[in-house]
């Protein structure tokens, strides 16, 4: 009989997750590399059921993969715009626990009740951000905060292995 916890369990499958994540990252094109991060993220909970990276050119987030049911209409959002923009914007993490009550989110899918997106950054400078819509109220926990900002950093690292340059931009802070 086992004594393992949740949260040792959580610690493993966290770190199962990120060395998938650094495994898929490694001699992989821009494009390929996204696509396949996308797809080990979002295997990291059953309650993300929209999961795409997004990468800052000049002013605007520009979606570079995804994987969910369906195609979202915001496929460049400005920076300061929706709560993708914001969390640009102030390179940092937003949840939002209910979309219904919050005025600053934009609407891609009427089944998202809740949302979180996490910016990649390599120090001050923000590249990109991963962003989670869930159909559960209240979806994003502490725990999913933690594991999707190591992710971050490690795209935010292969990013600039890749030479990604996010242009003008405001990004620069
Ligand atoms: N809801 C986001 C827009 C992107 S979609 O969720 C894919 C926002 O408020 O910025």
Known sequence: M?????????GRTNS??????????SEKSLDIGLKSAVQ?????????????????RDENLVLAAYTGEGETEHVQIPIGQGICGL???????II??????DPRY?????????????????????????????DRLSAFTKQDQTILEQAATILGEYLEAQHFSPGS?????
């Open 169 to 173: 931009s405001r990004s620069q802070m």
């Open 16 to 25: 199962r997750v990120l060395s998938e994540l650094k495994t898929a990252l």
């Open 96 to 101: 939002v626990p209910d979309v219904n009550k």
């Open 87 to 93: 969390a640009a914007k102030q390179a940092e993490t």
């Open 2 to 10: 086992t004594t393992q916890t949740a949260s040792t369990r959580n």
């Open 106 to 134: 934009l609407l891609c899918f009427p089944s998202t009740r809740s949302e979180i997106v996490v910016p990649i950054r390599v120090a001050t400078r923000v590249l990109g951000e991963i962003d989670i819509d869930s």
């Open 40 to 56: 080990i993220l979002k295997r990291i909970s059953e309650n993300y059921n929209w999961l795409g990276i997004y990468l800052v």
